[in-house]
């Protein structure tokens, strides 16, 4: 994997990797025996001769967050996650109050291709989510708390909701009141005339469109993209898979993600043009990865795909998708115009401390506005511009470092058990 220079903003490079799950499954020899260990699920809901149900959700950080029970016992927050083909619980020590029970042991490669992970099947699980129910439900629970949500993204997050559990519905994602709505098929009513019709290829689950790209200038490349409701970034590009998708002159080298056990190296900079037509998008933040080094021993993994179409895009439409006839259904909401931000400042921070408020600076990037001032990695964050973080979420801290360039950012930090003030103004990175 290459070996990144400089880390940028956890927060907006989050890339929830579950696909590399399926990679290591097959690279492990172990996906033949998951599918048959996969039990047919019973759905049934509160509501007697149901049609459609609505399942409530938060937009944070970019993330579908969705409220899950398990087993008629826990409350726990999931991710809703397209780009996922399974449920996945990432806090094993809740597994013993569940009483879950583990029927298979796997062994799983990191996304550094290196270290070996664990995760374990359980059967027979009840998810619950909204008036939607999944009896016998099978799961898979990592041995440890490899994607570390709260780390990143200040949300403390279990787990992930896979398409197993939406797939056989027809998806109505409305970004703007926060709602998902599920449709048995043979009972959809709804009115798509204000929305644009777009082929989809459904593959394990997870949905594929076709997309073009201006990068920088040149003439339109044809990609085809994952919708993933799992990632919290705009656009994700394999640049190894293709090489007219070069990387832009303003791109900066650094980290574009984090997968099971390990972070994603690549760069980050802006392309000119996304078309989803006829929807045109204009100045893309964009992460690209050097796709080689991790699917190079089983190309057939990425199904000939070009990268990734992330939250937020999707975010700036109300989707419906229709896995059954595989298509899907786009209409721009009140965030369709909204410009593509990116941090301004050069610090990443991570999250800790009761209520995931501590803020501890991880990375600062060489040469930026931050690192010219002088912040320093483990600086804990205790003001900004006179406001303590401890009433900020990690969200909120990253929006006032996308600020217009020019503005000035006051910093209280905590160093080595000494109070320090550091000034800087925000400036474009890329």
Do not use: C
């Amino acid at each position: 994997m290459l070996s990144g220079v400089f880390k940028i903003a956890w927060l907006f490079l989050l890339m929830i990797a579950s696909y590399h799950l399926d990679a290591q499954l097959i690279q492990t020899g172990e996906r033949s025996h998951y599918e048959t260990d996969l039990q047919q699920r019973d759905f049934y809901t509160d509501w007697k001769g149901w049609t459609s149900v609505v399942l409530p959700f938060k937009y944070v950080n970019n993330l579908i967050v969705v409220d899950v029970n398990l087993n008629r016992l826990l409350g726990l927050k999931f991710i809703f996650d397209t780009g996922a083909e399974h449920t996945i619980l990432t806090k094993r020590e809740y597994s013993e109050w569940l009483g879950l029970n583990f029927t298979r042991k796997y062994t799983i490669m990191g996304a550094d291709l290196k270290t070996e992970l664990i995760a374990y099947l359980a059967q027979k699980v009840t998810v619950k989510v909204g008036p939607m129910i999944a009896l016998n439900e099978s799961i898979l629970v990592l041995e440890e708390d490899y994607f570390k949500y709260a780390e990143l993204t200040g949300l403390d997050i279990h787990g992930i909701l896979g398409a197993d559990f939406f797939r056989k519905y027809i998806v109505q994602i409305d970004f703007d009141n926060e709602r998902i709505t599920l449709h048995k098929p043979e009972h959809f009513k709804y009115s798509l005339k204000k929305y644009e019709e777009l082929e989809i290829e459904v593959r394990r689950n997870k949905p594929y469109l076709s997309a073009k790209l201006n990068i920088a200038g040149d003439t339109l490349r044809k990609v085809k993209l994952l919708m993933d409701t799992g990632a919290a970034l705009p656009l994700l590009l394999y640049t190894d898979i293709d090489t007219a998708l070069t990387i832009p002159p303003n791109a900066i080298p650094g980290n574009v993600g984090r997968g099971l056990g390990g972070y994603l190296d690549g760069y980050k900079g802006r392309i000119n043009s996304l078309e989803v037509s006829p929807f045109l998008m204009k100045d893309v933040v964009t992460s690209f990865q050097l796709a080689d080094s991790i699917y190079v021993n089983n190309p057939a993994i990425l199904n000939d795909r070009n990268g990734i179409l992330g939250n937020e895009v999707l975010s700036r439409f109300n989707i419906v998708i229709d896995y059954w006839h595989q298509k899907v259904y786009l209409r721009p909401n009140k965030s369709y115009k909204t410009a593509f931000k990116f941090d301004k400042s050069g610090i990443s921070i991570s999250a800790s401390g009761k209520n995931l408020t501590q803020y501890t600076v991880q990375y600062i990037t060489p040469n930026s506005p931050a690192a010219k001032a002088g912040v320093e990695k483990g600086d804990i964050l205790i003001k900004i511009n006179g406001t303590s973080t401890k009433l900020m979420s990690m969200n909120s801290i990253y929006e006032k470092f996308k600020k217009r360039s020019g503005k000035q950012i006051k910093l209280m930090v905590l160093r080595n058990g000494t109070e320090k003030y550091i000034t800087f103004q925000l400036r474009d990175l890329i």
